[in-house]
């Protein structure tokens, strides 16, 4: 497994850059606070929302993110 650790196929790929390329509209990074991460996305233009999303679980980001992208493509 080619990850960004090498050939350590212990240590997981980081999933940020998937969801990055995933959702272009946003700015997504993560953040260490004690005892955990948080994932922060924030909508890189106007009218696009959620405009933030703050969770520490990555599968919520990308649900909650995946929802605010079907309700934009309703006519």
């Known amino acids: 497994m080619n990850n960004l650790h090498g050939d350590r196929p212990d240590i997981p790929e980081d999933p ?22 948080r994932y922060v996305a924030r909508s ?10 703050i969770t520490s679980d990555l599968a919520e980001l990308r649900q909650e993110l995946a929802a605010g992208r079907r ?3 309703r006519p």
């Open 16 to 37: 940020l850059p998937q969801l990055r390329a995933d959702f272009p509209q946003f700015q997504i990074w993560r953040e260490q606070i004690p005892g955990r991460p």
């Open 44 to 53: 890189l233009h106007d009218g696009i929302g959620p405009h933030t999303l």
């Open 71 to 73: 309700l934009e493509e």
